[in-house]
């Protein structure tokens, strides 16, 4: 067999193993239903530089092996090969390899490969679509944007495309882990141990010390996903080191660490490596949307995850300074939206002004059926004219009701934001804030709140926003904290604040977590995807 048959036939044996691989969010393209694509990203200004040509005296350079190789692996970042035409290209490019080309075919394939390559390297440093898509709010600053272009015009000429295309990967902090991950996963696909389905459990849930005749089978997955040694043999009963293994699983899935298989254990432990494939594929496509170096410093919180990350850019180099558990907004009816906005305030001992769904749904009620609940909370009035009642009355609850007064409650111990509020000004009224009830930090769920976030260690975290603001130590925040006199202190530097959204994470030196689709925002992403035409 000659070469160029040996370089064809590996060739299209690659584009058919990762068309197998390619995560079914990426797949199913159609033009009948057009969500929000992606913002143009290069505004031209001046005349584009002329691209090298892919051939050399009529026949493919060996930068169009590079280019292909590169396309064909498109399942390795968690996009589609089909999305850049890959096989079409590789059989024009191949016969053109045979056969020479005629300058308009040589014109023609120069053309497709380069719009192909620009078409890859824009998706995946800024994804397939625009986060406008899901209703998100938040863009890239434009210094951030890609001119994907020019960085091919310039790695041609340099003769060092292998390397650049290496290196476009965007460098967004954890891409790397989860893609490196995904790969792991994506080896794992045809698992034998994904191919039968766990039997049904004997009762409610499997607990320690019971017999279940589906043990070797969940062995076998914990083997296979990194919680049991690969030699692990179950013996007839649920018991010792399986039981520790599934902890661990547990654990990394987002679920109560309780050790007892039920139904929400078993669930997870049937989802199979190809779905976590998929899984993967939208958490790197929403990191691609993700300004995540935005400002020299940034707090991100992650909504599944419930945790709350402060960040610090050192050089080139991305430090998590603090990390924290939050409790969000509730799934049902009352979810935290992801956005982006500076934070510019700090308000300690703040009042709780009461939004008025909240009043009317829940405050109101409870203060008819139970008046002593007023003083209990420490509840006032404010009358249009900005008069303070702190005496109940139905007159008083009634102007509420109508929408004429507000009710607030006074800084205390009470206070539903514990004893500081972070706010970064947005229109739906979300903000940071500590909490009376810490103890509903050890639940695995927290979806409790009405919508804002509320922090686990608000003195730490009021320390990293204040670190370069002259003055405001450690010892002067708990004062501010426990006075009982509402203040509002303006942030000499503003600090971003993103609400995103990943249900996969990779922490604890390599581990990867999965965490629940509460608010069904990888459905949608999976969704709009499979109904995107091409970009």
């Known amino acids: 067999m000659t070469t160029l048959r040996r370089v064809a036939t590996l060739f299209f044996n690659l ?3 990762c068309a197998l691989h390619t995560p079914a969010t990426a797949l199913g393209q159609s ?5 929000v694509l992606r913002e143009s990203v290069v505004e031209t200004i001046a005349p584009k530089p002329d691209m090298p040509s892919w051939f050399v005296d009529a ?4 930068d169009v092996w590079v280019a292909l190789d590169t396309l064909a692996n498109a399942a390795s970042q968690g996009l589609n090969p089909q999305d850049y035409r890959t096989q079409a290209l590789a059989r024009g490019f191949l016969q053109a390899a045979e056969n020479g080309a005629p300058p308009d075919t040589e014109a023609q394939l120069n053309a497709d490969l380069s719009a192909a390559l620009e078409h890859y390297l824009l998706d995946m440093n800024h994804g397939r679509l625009s986060p406008e898509t899901l209703k998100h709010r938040f863009k890239a600053p434009r210094t951030q944007r890609f001119d994907a272009y020019n960085y091919l015009v310039q790695a041609r000429l340099s003769g060092r495309l292998s390397d650049a295309l290496a290196e476009a990967q965007p460098k967004i902090p954890m891409y790397e882990a989860i893609r490196s991950t995904m790969l792991e996963y994506q080896a794992m696909s045809d698992h034998p141990a994904w191919n039968t389905p766990l039997p ?3 009762a ?5 010390g019971e017999s279940y005749e589906g043990l070797e089978l969940i062995a076998a997955r914990l083997a296979a996903l990194g919680d049991l040694p690969e030699d692990f043999v179950p013996g007839e009963r649920y018991d010792n080191e399986l039981v520790f293994a599934v902890l661990q699983f547990q654990t990394r899935h987002g679920l109560e660490a309780d050790g007892l298989i039920g139904p929400a254990t078993l669930e997870q432990l049937n989802v199979s490596p190809a779905q976590r494939v998929e899984q993967m594929a939208l958490t790197l496509e929403r990191l691609r949307w993700t300004p995540l170096l935005y400002g020299p410093r940034m707090i991100v919180v992650n909504v599944p995850e419930f945790v709350l990350r402060a960040y610090e850019q050192q050089g ?3 430090e998590l300074d603090l990390e924290m558990r939050v409790i969000v907004g509730r799934a049902l009816d009352t979810r935290t939206p992801i956005f982006l906005e500076e934070m510019r305030f700090i308000e300690f001992s703040p009042y709780w002004n009461v939004p008025s769904s909240i009043a009317r749904g ?4 409870r203060l008819r059926r139970d008046p002593a609940y007023f003083a209990q909370q420490g509840f006032e009035f404010v009358s249009k004219d900005g008069s303070v009642i702190t005496t109940l009355s139905g007159e008083a609850i009634d102007a509420v009701q109508r929408g004429e007064w507000r009710i607030r409650q006074r800084p205390g111990p009470s206070n539903a934001l514990g004893d500081i509020k972070f706010i970064f000004p947005n229109d739906q009224n979300i903000y940071l804030h500590h909490t009376p009830a810490p103890q ?7 979806d409790f709140s009405h919508g804002c976030i509320r922090i686990e260690q608000p003195v730490e975290l009021a320390s990293f926003v204040l670190q370069n603001q002259a003055g405001w130590d450690t010892a002067r925040i708990e004062q501010a904290m426990s006075r009982g006199t509402s203040r509002t202190l303006r942030l000499d530097e503003p600090i971003p604040v993103l609400i995103t959204y990943s249900t996969v994470v990779v922490k604890d030196g390599g581990k990867v977590y999965f965490f629940p689709d509460i608010y069904q925002q990888d459905a949608r992403l999976n969704q709009a995807l499979r109904s995107a035409r091409p970009s």
């Not at 033009?31 to 969500?35: F, G, I, L, N, V």
């Not at 829940?362 to 009620?365: F, I, N, Q, V």
């Open 15 to 17: 584009i058919a193993a």
């Open 31 to 35: 033009t009948e239903t057009a969500p």
């Open 59 to 62: 026949k493919p350079s060996s």
């Open 200 to 202: 049904a459990l004997p």
């Open 204 to 208: 409610r849930s499997l607990k320690p």
């Open 316 to 318: 080139e180099r991305i």
């Open 362 to 365: 829940e405050t109101l009620p």
């Open 440 to 446: 509903l930090f050890s639940r695995s769920r927290r």
